[in-house]
């Protein structure tokens, strides 16, 4: 089993920054596919950031179209970590952020909640304007 454990949410104001960090523990995602979904109150939770492996420990990243530019995910290099630099932050990113890990990640199919087997409990990230 893989355990994720999410962490750096908060209260910030509208052009703030943070950075969200998702340790993984039980066994190692060195291969795995990690990112980050978020869902705010009354709404479905939306792909947000993910890292895709590729041989010779290269993660490609994806994003949806509604951050990009402004947050960045990133991996540790031992892979067992995912992290999200999130800047310009505005109030409509107000949401729960989940880390979430797959071993079977591919670039066809990622952005759904459906393609991800572990998730993690989720960090609150507030955006005041």
């Known amino acids: 089993q893989v355990q994720l454990v999410e962490s750096g949410g908060g209260l910030v104001q509208t052009g703030g920054s943070l950075r969200l960090s998702c340790a993984a523990s039980?066994?190692?995602?060195?291969?795995?596919?990690m990112g980050w979904f978020r869902q705010a109150p009354g709404k479905e939770r939306e792909f947000v950031a993910t890292?895709?492996?590729?041989?010779?420990?290269?993660?490609?990243?994806y994003y949806a179209d509604s951050v990009k530019g402004r947050f960045t995910i990133s991996r540790d290099n031992y892979g067992n970590a995912v992290y999200l630099r999130m800047l310009n932050l505005k109030p409509e990113d107000t949401a729960v952020y989940y880390c979430?890990?797959?071993?079977?990640?591919?670039?066809?199919?990622?952005?759904?909640?459906?393609?991800?087997?572990?998730w993690g409990q989720g960090t609150q990230v507030t955006v005041s304007s």
């Open positions: 979430a890990a797959d071993s079977r990640l591919v670039e066809l199919a990622y952005s759904s909640p459906h393609d991800y087997e572990y």
């Open positions: 039980g066994r190692s995602v060195s291969n795995y596919g």
């Open positions: 890292t895709i492996w590729r041989s010779g420990s290269i993660f490609y990243a």
